[in-house]
């Protein structure tokens, strides 16, 4: 195990009827509000109303972002920093799943930046400070109510980059703010949180005994949970499991002294930033194609995972065939939830293999489980075709 500092500020408030906690942060906070949202089904499904209700109690003056994009745009996220600037805006509150969350951090950081906000996400600045930032979350998936990064596009650019931004300073989670999520959705978010803790998993650090525990509880939670809450969205208790299983994925929790690798993330940013795809849909394809292209690089961790997780039988198989036949389960229950398993699924070909490959490696190689250079990422691409 390595050394490690561990802190994460967020307050996380769990549960039923949870959204009467807004009130108080009023109250903290300010009462001039940038609202961030989506494409409207909060409002369809009465979420905005309470919100809106609960800050119009408390007297506050609310300016909306509305129509952040499942994949959030750069100019969406400049359009905030805008509003943040003209109306002086006390503090953002971001309502909906984890794109939602990563434009509102972008804009967070933005409105208090003299610079251009890409500049976090080209990794030519990191974020010293930022507004206030608060999250009502709707979707179990990205993890991104409990942690500090945020992924935005250029789409001008057709560039796609995850950065460091800031934590949220409170995140309300009820976890029936998640039966109205549409079954495609929660498919997407269950490979979502699935692949973070892939990403943290997958590694040569030794000793790590602990928190490979810890990751494989929070796969066997979802695994668990995931066709429950498909079935019969209105679970109450298989939507809370999958939502506290998606924050603590990707909170910094389960990582700590582990070196971790997050190449898959960076191969399906590429994809999506030129096809626009779901990054839940694009994780569930690539990522069994990434294991199968790595898995030698250490054997018996894949081993650990096919009998620990999948409960693989060893008895009379080599090393090799457990860990293949671990990341074949891996496959089969993407596809079994109803999750693509190939980029046909999308209609993508091998047209843009090439320029995938290289907008996937922009600062150099990526992964720490084994370094990828473009040519291996344009191979796992075209594994996954």
């Known amino acids: 195990m390595n050394n490690f500092v561990f802190h994460n ?43 809106m209700n609960i800050l119009g109690e408390q007297g506050c003056n609310v300016t909306e972002l509305a129509g952040v ?4 745009h750069l100019s969406t996220v400049r359009k905030g ?16 799943g984890g794109s939602v969350i990563d434009a509102a951090k972008a804009v967070a950081v933005g409105a208090v930046y003299e610079g251009d906000v890409w500049d976090f996400y ?57 039966f109205s999520v549409p079954r495609d959705q929660t498919i997407y978010g269950i490979a979502d949180m699935m692949s973070h803790v892939f990403e943290q998993y997958f590694s040569h650090t030794p000793e790590i005994l602990l928190q490979s525990r810890w990751m494989e509880s929070v796969l066997q ?10 079935e019969n969205p209105h679970d109450y208790d298989a939507r809370a499991n999958l939502l506290f299983a998606g924050t603590m994925a990707l909170n910094g929790f389960l990582p700590m002294g582990v070196v971790t690798d997050w190449a898959s993330h960076s191969i399906e940013h590429a994809v999506s930033a030129i096809y626009d795809i779901p990054h839940g849909g694009g994780l569930a ?27 693989v039988d060893p008895t009379g198989k080599t090393d090799e065939e457990v860990a293949l036949e671990g990341i074949a389960q891996v496959e089969a229950f993407f596809k079994k939830i109803g999750a693509p398993t190939r980029l046909a699924d999308y209609k993508i070909g091998d047209e843009n293999l090439d320029v995938m490959a290289e907008k996937a490696t922009p600062f150099g190689p990526i992964g720490n489980f084994k370094k990828l250079e473009a040519a291996d990422v344009k191979e796992i691409l075209r594994m996954s075709l």
């Open 285 to 311: 394809i690539i990522f069994p194609q990434w294991m199968r292209y790595v898995y030698k690089e250490n054997v018996g961790r894949f081993v650990q995972f096919a009998t620990r997780v999948w409960n």
């Open 81 to 96: 920093i805008d509003l943040c600037r003209s109306e002086g805006i006390d503090w953002v509150l971001a309502v909906g």
């Open 9 to 51: 500020p967020t307050q996380l408030i769990f549960g039923k009827g949870q959204l009467s906690h807004l009130s108080a942060k009023v109250e903290q906070y300010g009462k001039n509000i940038l609202l961030v949202y989506g494409g409207g089904s909060i409002k369809k499904f009465g979420l905005y109303d309470n919100v």
């Open 122 to 178: 080209s990794r030519k600045a990191r974020p010293t400070k930022a507004l206030p930032l608060g999250t009502v979350l709707t979707l179990a998936a990205t993890g991104s109510e409990m942690n500090s990064g945020s992924v935005v596009t250029n789409w001008e650019t057709k560039e796609k980059h995850g950065g460091p931004t800031t934590f949220p300073a409170f995140s309300i989670l009820d976890p029936e703010n998640t």
């Open 69 to 72: 994009e499942p994949n959030p």
């Open 221 to 230: 939670t979802v695994i668990e949970n995931a066709e429950r809450a498909i």
